[in-house]
């Protein structure tokens, strides 16, 4: 398979509801509470009659923070492996978290195209908060996204498979 796009990013940033957002399908098991989603699930994406591979990351095994962080670590460099682009999605209504630090330093390492996704700008008012975000040293472009209301999501299809 060519044209693989993984979502990363800490629990509850939004991945699988922003993965279900964009292959507009129910594929990945979205929860109320953090890191649910029990398997890596793939969706296809056609935008524009661009295809690519989507991948929601985010199998969490329970255990100490220790394990968990092991085990985001290991999400996000089997992501690196496989995705020929990344999505690294940020939550804009808590800012930059240890766990948000700690997957920026595993990309920030990886010589692969990141798209920097602040998720949660449910409305305009919040977009001047997506500006912490630069300081996670990923990149300089911040796209503001909703993945609940969608809106932004077009513009992030549009890069996406403009960097295929
Ligand atoms: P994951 O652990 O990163 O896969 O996160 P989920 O997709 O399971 O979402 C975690 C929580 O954030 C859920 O309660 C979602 O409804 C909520 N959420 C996801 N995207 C948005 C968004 O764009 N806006 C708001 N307000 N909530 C969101
Ligand atoms: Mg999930």
Same mark, same amino acid.
């Given at each position: 398979?060519?044209? *693989?796009? $993984? *979502?990363?990013?800490?629990?509850?940033? @939004?991945?699988?509801?922003?993965?279900?957002?964009?292959?507009?399908?129910?594929?990945?098991?979205?929860?109320?509470?953090? @890191?649910?989603?029990?398997?890596?699930?793939?969706?296809?994406? %056609?935008?524009?009659?661009?295809?690519?591979?989507?991948?929601?990351? @985010?199998?969490?095994?329970?255990?100490? %923070?220790?394990?968990?962080?092991?085990?985001?670590?290991?999400?996000?460099?089997? $992501?690196?492996?496989?995705?020929?682009?990344?999505?690294?999605?940020?939550?804009?209504?808590?800012?930059?978290?240890?766990?948000?630090?700690?997957?920026?330093?595993?990309?920030?390492? $990886?010589?692969?195209?990141?798209?920097?996704?602040?998720?949660?700008?449910?409305?305009?008012?919040?977009?001047?908060?997506?500006?912490?975000?630069?300081?996670?040293?990923?990149?300089?472009?911040?796209?503001?996204?909703?993945?609940?209301?969608?809106?932004?999501? @077009?513009?992030?299809? %549009?890069?996406?498979?403009?960097?295929?």
């Amino acid at each position: 398979m060519s044209n *693989i796009v $993984a *979502i990363v990013g800490r629990p509850n940033v @939004g991945k699988s509801t922003l993965f279900n957002r964009l292959t507009e399908s129910r594929q990945a098991i979205v929860d109320e509470s953090s @890191g649910v989603t029990r398997d890596r699930h793939y969706g296809l994406v %056609d935008w524009n009659g661009r295809q690519f591979t989507l991948i929601d990351t @985010g199998g969490y095994i329970k255990g100490s %923070d220790d394990i968990f962080e092991d085990e985001i670590r290991k999400q996000v460099i089997i $992501a690196i492996e496989e995705a020929d682009l990344i999505i690294f999605v940020v939550d804009v209504t808590l800012g930059i978290t240890d766990l948000d630090q700690q997957v920026a330093n595993v990309l920030r390492r $990886a010589n692969k195209k990141i798209l920097l996704v602040s998720n949660k700008v449910d409305n305009t008012s919040r977009i001047p908060d997506s500006s912490v975000f630069y300081g996670l040293g990923i990149s300089d472009e911040i796209y503001n996204v909703s993945s609940v209301s969608g809106s932004g999501t @077009g513009e992030l299809l %549009d890069e996406v498979v403009n960097n295929l």
